[in-house]
C-alpha cells in the first residue's frame, strides 16, 4: 500500500514540452524528496523538501512543496530525451526511512 | 566513493529454493536499509540497520525473510522457501547523514 499517490502514472511527451506530475499525501512527512529511476538501476536522489510553500529549482526542474506539506509537484521545462525515467516521491519519516509513490513513467520523444 | 554495489545483479531460481542477496554500503555510512520494488510500484521498505543492529522491521518481512549486517558493513538478505510473489527488485540504500544512496538492486525471478 502507497502512502503516496503520483499522477499521473505515465506521461508521454515531445521534445521540448512541458510537463508536470504531481504527488499527493494523507500524511504529514519530515521532509518530501524526488527521485528518478532508471531501468535496471536505484533511485537516484533530485531534491528534498522541507518547509511548506518551498520552490526548488534545479535547472529546468522546479520542485513545489504545498503549504500543508502534504502535496508536492515537479515541473520539467523543455524536456528532453534525457529526462526520461520514472519520477517517484518519497516522504521521509524522523528515522528517514522513505515511503515510496507508485511513481510517474516519463517519456520524452525525440 | 565508490557507491553501494549489490550483488548478484540478477538471480533466477524455482519455487522453494533460498536465495541470499549482498549489499556492499559505502563506506563509513553507519546505516543501511533494504526496500523491495515490484514491476510497477514504488520501492517498499523491509528493514534497517544502524551499525549491526537491526532497528525495525516492515511487517512485508515474513518469517521466511532474515536480513543480517554482521560487523557493521556489508548486509545478506535471505529468503527462504521462495514463492512466485517474491519476484522483485531487491534495493539496498546506504546512509551516513540526510541522503539515502541507492544500489543497482537485485532483480529476483522466482520460477
Known amino acids: 500500500t502507497q502512502l503516496l499517490e503520483q499522477s499521473p502514472q505515465f506521461l508521454s511527451i515531445q521534445e521540448g514540452e512541458n510537463l508536470t506530475v504531481y504527488c499527493n499525501s494523507s500524511s504529514v512527512f519530515s521532509s518530501l524528496q524526488w527521485y528518478r529511476q532508471e531501468p535496471g538501476e536505484g533511485p537516484v536522489l533530485l531534491v528534498t523538501?522541507?518547509?511548506?510553500?518551498e520552490v526548488k529549482k534545479l535547472k529546468r526542474l522546479t520542485f513545489q512543496f504545498g503549504d500543508a506539506r502534504k502535496d508536492s509537484s515537479l515541473h520539467i521545462t523543455a524536456a528532453q530525451p534525457g529526462d526520461t525515467g520514472l519520477y517517484l516521491c518519497a516522504g521521509r519519516s524522523n528515522d528517514y526511512k522513505l515511503s515510496f509513490g507508485a511513481g510517474t513513467t516519463v517519456t520524452v520523444r525525440a | 566513493d565508490t557507491g553501494v554495489s549489490q550483488n548478484p545483479r540478477h538471480k533466477i531460481t524455482k519455487r522453494g529454493q533460498n536465495v541470499t542477496f549482498r549489499c556492499d554500503p559505502i563506506s563509513e555510512h553507519n546505516r543501511l536499509y533494504w526496500y523491495r520494488q515490484t514491476l510497477g510500484q514504488g520501492p517498499e521498505f523491509l528493514t534497517y540497520?544502524?551499525?549491526?543492529?537491526?532497528?525495525?522491521k516492515s511487517r512485508l518481512l515474513s518469517d521466511r525473510f532474515s536480513a543480517e549486517r554482521p560487523k557493521g558493513s556489508f548486509s545478506t538478505l535471505e529468503i527462504q522457501r521462495t514463492e512466485q510473489g517474491d519476484s522483485a527488485m531487491y534495493l539496498c540504500?546506504?546512509?551516513?547523514?540526510?541522503?539515502?544512496?541507492f544500489g543497482p538492486g537485485t532483480r529476483l525471478t522466482v520460477l
Open positions: 540497520f544502524q551499525n549491526e543492529a537491526q532497528l525495525e
Open positions: 523538501v522541507v518547509t511548506g510553500g
Open positions: 540504500a546506504s546512509r551516513l547523514r540526510d541522503t539515502q544512496y
